[in-house]
């Protein structure tokens, strides 16, 4: 395990939340995390369904000010832990009513966004996507002047980093899973599709594909014609739209698609990827789309129990709230089953490597 913190060892209350996680922690799992990331990572080895409750179990303790709670989520960004990264967005996520209200949603986003994601303290994929899953998607959802303000902007290179862009468009996969806000997401994966960094590829291949399962014939449109107008189609961002088409249909387009690539055009050769690599690689996204299919289901399953979902505003990118209520802050969910979400998560990851793997060998 990793001793001391940075940026706030010497503020009680974060050195109390890093006591408590180290206490949580376990080593195994700590040195487990690090195979889906290909850059370094400390992890004092706390699992998500205890960070999640240990959050929420705060928010109720100390019954902290949301503007306080801003302050102490800046400071445990900056922790090195992904553990104390994560429980950052967690404690934030409690305070989802009040951070996607009217009065407070704009200000809301400019500080996840200029005080957080831009900054680098959540830098890293897993961080990302947990924010878009736990807040950040329900408040786009729920306010849409925000993504009626030029929300395209926020794939801008030269002015956004990774994590910025790739929150732009993982935050909408909730909408696209619903068929919602289609010509939005198509802007947003144009905007996207010359992106060199593989993250942001996956971004938007994960984002697309979430928007096949309600709206296949639709994504099967874009890409053709895209295709036809001889945009940049990396085969990342292709096989990740594809991944829930027939199979025969996957293979028709994957082959239609197979000179997109930018990296064929100009006549470089594929990537050399070991076994291992390539694993490293689906297991990334393997886990990434766990997270938000997780709150995604919750949510089909409060909507099917007949939850009210309230409309928003009008115009080009109309929106309708996501079915989970905005106004329910922290829920009781019972996390006594991680064993058996975890040992889900890893049969999930595997069976998509060998997947790809298969296709790979056969393509």
Same mark, same amino acid.
């Given at each position: ?13 974060? &050195? ?19 195979? @889906? ?25 100390? #019954? ?22 994560? @429980?950052?967005? =967690? ?11 009217? #009065? ?71 909408? %696209? ?24 590829q996956k971004a938007i291949g994960w984002l697309l594909k979430e ?25 990342? @961002? ?16 994957? =082959?239609?698609?197979? &000179? ?9 050769? %594929? ?29 089909? =399953? ?40 975890? =040992? ?14 298969? #296709? #790979?060998?056969?393509?």
């Amino acid at each position: 395990m990793e001793e001391g913190a940075v940026h706030g060892e010497d503020d009680p209350q974060v &050195q109390e939340i890093i006591d408590k996680m180290r206490d949580m922690g376990e080593k195994k799992y700590a040195e487990g995390q690090q195979r @889906f990331f290909k850059n370094v990572v400390k992890s004092l080895g706390v699992r998500t369904p205890k960070i999640r409750a240990y959050a929420k179990e705060y928010y109720k303790e100390k #019954e902290i000010s949301w503007d306080d709670v801003k302050t102490l989520a800046v400071k445990l960004a900056q922790q090195p832990w992904l553990d104390i990264k994560h @429980f950052s967005i =967690e404690l934030l996520a409690c305070y989802q009513k009040i951070a996607t209200d009217q #009065e407070h949603a704009s200000a809301t986003w400019d500080y996840l966004r200029d005080d957080l994601l831009q900054k680098g303290s959540w830098g890293t994929w897993s961080c990302v996507d947990c924010l878009c899953s736990r807040l950040l998607s329900a408040l786009v959802s729920a306010r849409q002047d925000i993504l009626e303000d030029d929300w395209v902007q926020y794939t801008n290179r030269d002015k956004w980093n990774l994590w910025v862009r790739r929150a732009a468009a993982v935050a909408l996969i909730p909408l %696209g899973k619903k068929g919602r806000q289609l010509e939005l997401i198509w802007d947003v994966t144009d905007a996207m599709l010359d992106d060199p960094e593989d993250l942001a590829q996956k971004a938007i291949g994960w984002l697309l594909k979430e928007t096949s399962k309600h709206s296949q014939a639709a994504v099967e449109r874009y890409l053709r014609e895209r295709h036809g107008a001889g945009r940049p189609l990396t085969r990342t @961002f292709v096989r990740y739209c594809l991944e829930k088409f027939p199979q025969a249909k996957r293979r028709t387009l994957l =082959e239609l698609t197979s &000179q997109d690539d930018p990296a064929k055009k100009k006549g470089r050769p %594929g990537k050399t990827r070991g076994k291992g690599a390539r694993k490293e690689k689906d297991d990334d996204d393997d886990v990434e789309d766990d997270d938000v299919e997780e709150e995604e289901e919750e949510e089909e =399953e409060e909507e099917a129990k007949g939850k009210k979902v309230e409309v928003v505003g009008s115009g080009r990118y109309n929106l309708r709230a996501a079915a989970r209520p905005v106004a329910a802050a922290v829920d009781d969910d019972d996390d006594d089953e991680e064993e058996e979400e975890e =040992e889900a998560k890893v049969k999930k990851t595997r069976r998509g490597a060998r997947r790809n793997k298969k #296709e #790979e060998e056969e393509d």
